[in-house]
């Protein structure tokens, strides 16, 4: 039987953060939803979240994750008081326990097997994993013989001068024989720098203590602060990268852009700088986007075309062609063709296959039939002040430049709005619509002026 715990109890001191440690976003995920991910495959029997700082709003955040028990740890009295709240929730279980630490999110699955494999054949009590770290400061430092054996952990402040040229380093991730650790739980002590009571204490305490080094050191960082943040996002960045040209897309400056853990590509999709895909974000075969554009919870058919423009909460289908500098807002919806160009913005609309708002236009709330032309500056009035109202525009009409339709309108099918027009009435089908003052020429109104300028040339 395998129980795998998470500790999420700490408040992340160094991160000077309102947002518990675990709860910072890395490339779409919270830490500490990678950490839960790192194990899954493992398939536990129980999967215990040990909590404490701010522990509502970390349950909160993990409340659809089936099967996962919270054990709250007040107050935070290091890793080792963290463990011993097992006691009673584990009382009876037999089997390994797998402690992960809640700020290693770069674990590979694959490591964990190995790790859980390593710990079964040896039949060692304790198995952790370790790194040698070009940088191995803030870490504790392991104590291990060539076979592999291990006498203790010295955390980095309680090491001397002489122990801290050790840069085995231990990673935070533990299997232990479950029944061997809660024997030994219970005897730890805080005679250490920090005052609490160490996890790492009962590797001496437990025989045999094995280790194993993982091979690629970036997989067991650990993130107390910003910077290390910015690391981990940088090696996730590149993975996720890597991943997606392998898979068939084209970067032109792959580093200038940033993808999500829940981003898909299709094939052949060229990406270039400066693009940055966010949350559950699709792209279809054969799009093209960029340069710079941000694209957050979207869906992207085949062959769309995006540059310079933001979209979010949006669908595009097959074929559309958005920007430079266009905005689709959330609940935006365009069929197969449409064309939105330079500073058009749409929000909460559904425009019909082969439409066209190529310039300077919002429209919110508003339903398009097919193929309706939006002329330049067009706007929906959807806001009365109070309530926002909907626009409803038939298949083949088109609006003329810097026209108003005051929401809620109905345009039918086939319709002309004359340029410059404010529409506050609804226009049937195959109409022509004007709502604006008639022009009025009044010849000779310069006259005087006229015959002056004569004179003076
Ligand atoms: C810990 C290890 C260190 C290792 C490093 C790897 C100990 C004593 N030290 O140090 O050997 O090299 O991780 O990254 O274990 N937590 C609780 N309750 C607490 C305190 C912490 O749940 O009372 C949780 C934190 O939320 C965090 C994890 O335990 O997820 C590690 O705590 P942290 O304070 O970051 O330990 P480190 O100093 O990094
Ligand atoms: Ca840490």
Redesign the pocket.
């Known amino acids: 039987m395998l129980a795998v715990a998470?500790?999420?109890?700490?408040?992340?001191t160094r991160m000077k953060s309102a947002l518990p440690?675990?709860l910072q976003p890395l490339a779409g995920a919270t830490l500490v939803e990678r950490v839960l991910a790192s194990c899954r495959h493992l398939a536990p029997e129980r999967q215990l979240l040990?909590v404490?700082?701010q522990a509502e709003r970390v349950e909160r955040s993990l409340s659809s994750v089936p099967g996962l028990e919270f054990v709250l740890?007040q107050?935070?009295?290091?890793?080792?008081?963290?463990v011993q709240q097992l006691l009673k929730p584990l009382a009876g279980f037999e089997g390994e326990l797998l402690v992960l630490?809640?700020?290693?999110p770069l674990l590979r699955p694959e490591t964990l097997e190995s790790l859980l494999t390593t710990h079964r054949e040896s039949g060692a009590a304790v198995t952790l994993l370790s790194a040698r770290l070009a940088d191995p400061s803030?870490?504790?430092r392991v104590f291990a013989d060539a076979s592999g054996q291990v006498s203790g952990?010295v955390?980095?402040r309680d090491c001397d001068a002489q122990q801290l040229r050790n840069d085995l380093?231990?990673?935070?991730i533990y299997c232990f024989d479950w029944a061997r650790l809660a024997a030994v739980l219970p005897s730890l002590s805080s005679d250490n720098d920090q005052g609490?009571l160490?996890?790492?204490d009962t590797v001496a305490l437990l025989r045999p203590a094995m280790h194993l080094e993982v091979g690629d050191p970036d997989e067991?960082a650990?993130i107390?602060d910003r910077l290390q943040l910015a690391q981990c996002e940088a090696v996730l960045q590149d993975r996720l990268r890597r991943h997606w040209m392998a898979e068939g897309v084209s970067f032109t400056d792959p580093g200038s852009c940033t993808l999500s853990e829940h981003t898909r590509f299709g094939r052949d999709v060229l990406v270039e700088p400066q693009c940055h895909f966010r949350g559950a974000t699709s792209i279809g075969d054969g799009c093209r986007i960029g340069p710079g554009c941000l694209i957050e919870n979207s869906h992207l058919d085949d062959g769309v075309e995006v540059i310079h423009s933001v979209l979010r909460d949006s669908s595009v289908a097959t074929g559309c062609v958005i920007g430079p500098f266009a905005q689709l807002r959330a609940g935006t919806h365009l069929a197969a063709g449409c064309r939105i160009g330079n500073f058009v913005e749409v929000k909460n609309s559904r425009l019909g296959e082969g439409c066209k708002a190529n310039h300077l236009s919002y429209l919110g709330d508003a339903d398009l039939g097919a193929d309706v032309n939006v002329g330049a500056g067009t706007i929906t009035a959807n806001f009365d002040g109070v309530r926002k109202h909907r626009t409803v525009i038939g298949s083949n009409s088109k609006t003329g430049a810097n026209s108003v339709l005051v929401a809620p309108i109905t345009l039918g099918a086939g319709v002309t709005v004359g340029a410059g027009s404010t529409l506050t009435r609804n226009v049937p089908a195959g109409a022509l619509a004007l709502g604006r003052a008639r022009q009025l020429v009044k010849e000779n109104w310069n006259a005087g002026a006229q015959q002056q300028q004569g004179v003076a040339g």
């Open positions: 998470v500790l999420a109890a700490g408040k992340g440690k675990v040990i404490g700082h740890q107050p935070q009295n290091g890793t080792g008081h963290a630490n809640g700020d290693v803030g870490y504790g952990i955390e980095h380093t231990n990673a935070g609490e160490y996890l790492t067991v650990g107390n």
